[in-house]
């Protein structure tokens, strides 16, 4: 589709007031078709055409998950229309009179942080391996995700693992673990990454999930050997973490490469 029939697309998909509401009501969380329904009041069959109008327009994007398919502001590939109409409906609905090219770039570079993709990386008890992921992912896959993680029964971070993180140069002295209820239902996970074993077997339903992926890591919080011996075993994990970390953001930058030269 060339430039001029793009932004013709995305001025009749915002024209209609519904659909309108429609778009903002995914400014904080990935909704189903009933749920948008339920917020405006409007028949699903009615929401069902202005979803399919505004994917259209490169506006939002779907996935299916059993019955149900669910939508979300575009999150990758973001024409610059599309980008340059949500900014200008955002300021515009917050009250904003001079809409300059300055506030208007502000506002874009902010959508293109919004829509990085989210992944969670979850364990049992989020003191040392998931903790090491996010760190992980933080600092190779800057400007493609944000990272996030959490356990199914939080117990604070291990020292071992803030100790063998500060020899990589990495600080988690800020950091502490969290449980996987302040994240469940409260905003979309492009990913969710289980690194340990109970996590996987007895992570709870996990809705507005795009992709669920297993790698396993050994603990070394429960190894059975001496201190020194099991330092060595955190900076083992740690180092393992790191290589998978790497070569999942090198395949996801390649992917990302691939789909931009074949359009």
């Not at 939508?71 to 973001?78: E, G, T, W």
């Not at 396993?216 to 050997?225: G, L, S």
């Not at 740690?238 to 930058?253: H, L, P, T």
Request: hydrophobic residues 40%.
């Amino acid at each position: 589709m060339n430039t001029k029939n793009h932004i013709i697309n995305i001025c009749k998909a915002l024209s209609d007031p519904g659909r309108l509401e429609a778009l903002l009501a995914l400014d904080t969380k990935e909704l189903c078709i009933c749920d948008i329904s339920e917020k405006l009041g409007l028949s699903d069959s009615t929401v069902s055409r202005h979803m399919a109008i505004l994917e259209k327009a490169g506006l939002v994007e779907s996935r299916k998950d059993g019955r149900w398919r669910y939508f979300r502001h575009s999150q990758a590939d973001i024409p610059g229309a599309a980008q340059y109409a949500v900014a200008w409906i955002r300021k515009y609905i917050k009250g904003t009179d001079a809409l300059t090219p300055a506030i208007m770039e502000e506002d874009i570079q902010a959508a293109a942080c919004e829509n990085k993709a989210r992944v969670m990386f979850l364990c049992s008890g989020n003191s040392c391996r998931s903790q090491i992921a996010e760190a992980f992912l933080r600092k190779y896959g800057k400007g493609l995700f944000h990272a996030y993680s959490a356990g199914i029964e939080p117990k604070g971070i291990h020292p071992m693992t803030v100790k063998v993180m500060e020899e990589v140069g990495i600080d988690l002295s800020e950091q502490k673990a969290k449980s996987v209820l302040e994240f469940i239902g409260q905003m979309h996970f492009g990913y969710l990454i289980t690194v340990c074993n109970r996590a996987e077997e007895i992570c709870p339903l996990f809705p507005g999930v795009s992709y669920r992926l297993y790698w396993p890591f050994e603990d070394p919080v429960r190894a059975e050997c001496s201190e020194s011996d099991r330092l060595t075993k955190f900076r083992e994990v740690r180092d393992a973490i790191e290589v998978k970390v790497k070569q999942w953001v090198d395949d996801y930058e390649k992917k990302i490469s691939v789909h931009q030269k074949s359009k």
